[in-house]
């Protein structure tokens, strides 16, 4: 079986729901399995409190030396100030002894963001995060326009875009994901198994 790992940190909520969408995606290719993991958080519980932070999800905490067992990514995490989370940065930054061995060179990897607006980083987050990828020698998977007319709607807002899926969660991160953030999730899912499952062929 060829294996995915989806892999995101999520303080509200807003990207634990688009993982779980991811998921449905990967798994409508046949002959790939996924697996959703989480990254540490880094906050202390006293300030988590104060943002009114929901409590984390019972998904495993994911360490570097996990990341040799998948054949391929999708990495999900929100904006701060148009670029990936902190803790998202801190997982990847325990990545050295991988870099160094070229353990993850040539493996495919795409990412999904929220944001609080449509102008809050929904391109800038993922395009400044394919530089984790590209120092692993990493393949980068864009969403592209693989969603069709979802990506052309201007009626209702809603995330994405074509470096990967997105969603809004409001300034007081009060918006949940909608239908169509969530087909793009899905799609971008099977999209990455899809050259995931052909690379290791």
Do not use: C, N
Not at 125 to 141: D, E, P, R, S, Y
Not at 151 to 156: C, E, H, I, Q, T
Not at 158 to 176: I, K, Y
């Amino acid at each position: 079986m060829v294996k995915v790992y989806i892999i995101f940190y999520s303080t509200y909520g807003h990207i634990k729901t688009m993982a779980e969408a991811v998921k449905k995606g990967v798994e409508q290719v046949e002959g790939v399995e996924a697996k959703i993991w989480q990254v540490a958080e880094t906050l202390p519980e006293e300030v988590l409190e104060k943002m009114h932070a929901p409590p984390k999800s019972d998904y495993p905490i994911i360490t570097a030396k996990e990341l040799t067992e998948a054949d391929g990514f999708v990495f999900g995490f929100p904006t701060r100030f148009g670029m990936m989370a902190a803790q998202m940065k801190s997982f990847f930054d325990t990545t050295g002894q991988l870099w160094q061995a070229g353990a993850l060179h040539g493996k495919p990897a795409s990412m999904f963001t929220s944001t609080a607006s449509q102008g809050g980083g929904q391109e800038t987050t993922i395009m400044t995060a394919v530089t984790q990828l590209a120092h692993h020698g990493m393949i980068f998977v864009p969403a592209g326009f693989a969603a069709g007319s979802i990506m052309f709607g201007v009626k209702d807002a809603r995330g994405g875009s074509a470096w990967g899926a997105g969603t809004l969660a409001g300034p007081d991160g009060s918006r949940q994901p909608g239908e169509d953030e969530l087909q793009q999730a899905e799609i971008l899912g099977k999209q990455l198994a899809g050259v995931a499952k052909k690379l290791k062929a």
